[in-house]
């Protein structure tokens, strides 16, 4: 359903991703994004006209000071520009963050918040340790994940906003909301599915085969429903 091409920084990428988005354009209508590092203005426009439909941008970090940290060689504000830019060209975008860099919940919260306020789609994902990497951090807890998605998923669908979600030393501990909304969306199961443009699924990006199922790429079945109604219980007072 989307092809999306993940990318480096470097001198020729426009030109290769103009040509190969024409050239897949050329043989199918399947939508094509990009996960992008910031690029200008003009650039994004020539994307466009490639046939390039959506972008992707790896914010990753809930916080300006996070973001420092764990990316050092780039700068939190061309992040931000860029995700305006994208924008304006594309009229929305996605801006991927990871749950699990020593961010508190409210820190998270209130950036999904701000990116839904510039009409752009927060995708969430959790902290994966792999080998190699220089990050000294476990995957963020399930029940604490859990949480956290349910939170993007009410700020992205208009439900509640950051203002409506009660924290406690910056943990969220409440969300104030009717009950039967939240009756309704813990059924469809939705918020804990994978999340970014339509139809991403981004399979096995933060889990391994035999779980924990930190996004699900497919509609939850009634287990892992009730597993994580469970997990979300032991986190929050819902
Ligand atoms: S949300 Fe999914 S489809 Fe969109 S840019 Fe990110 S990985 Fe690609």
């Keep these: 359903k989307r092809i999306c091409v993940q990318t480096l920084k470097y001198p020729k990428l426009v030109d290769d991703l103009v ?54 060689s780039f700068k939190w504000n061309d992040y931000i520009k860029f995700l305006n830019d994208v924008t304006d060209v594309f009229g929305s975008g996605s801006a991927h963050l990871i ?45 604490r ?3 956290i998605q349910l939170a993007r998923y009410l700020i992205v669908n208009n439900m509640a906003r950051y203002e409506d979600m009660v924290f406690e030393n910056g943990k969220l501990s409440s ?15 939705k918020p804990f599915q994978t999340s970014g443009c339509p139809d991403c699924n981004r399979p096995f990006y933060n889990e391994k085969p035999g779980g924990i199922m930190y996004n699900y790429p497919y509609p939850l079945k009634k287990d892992e429903m009730k597993n994580v109604k469970d997990e979300l219980k032991r986190y929050l007072r819902i």
Excluded: W
């Design 19 to 72: 040509y190969m988005i024409s050239r897949i354009k050329e043989r199918t209508n399947i939508p094509v994004s990009a996960c992008l590092n910031p690029l200008d203005k003009k650039s994004l426009k020539r994307l466009k006209v490639a046939g390039l439909g959506g972008v992707g941008v790896g914010l990753d970090c809930a916080s300006e000071k996070i973001f420092k940290k764990m990316k050092p």
């Design 99 to 143: 749950a699990g860099l020593g961010e508190t919940d409210e820190e998270i919260i209130k950036m999904f918040q701000k990116i839904v306020d510039i009409n752009c789609y927060p995708a969430l994902f959790a902290f994966t340790p792999v080998k190699g990497i220089n990050i000294d951090y476990p995957q963020p807890g399930i029940e």
């Design 145 to 147: 994940y859990r949480a």
């Design 175 to 189: 969300i104030n909301i009717l009950s039967s909304v939240l009756e309704d969306v813990l059924k469809n199961g």
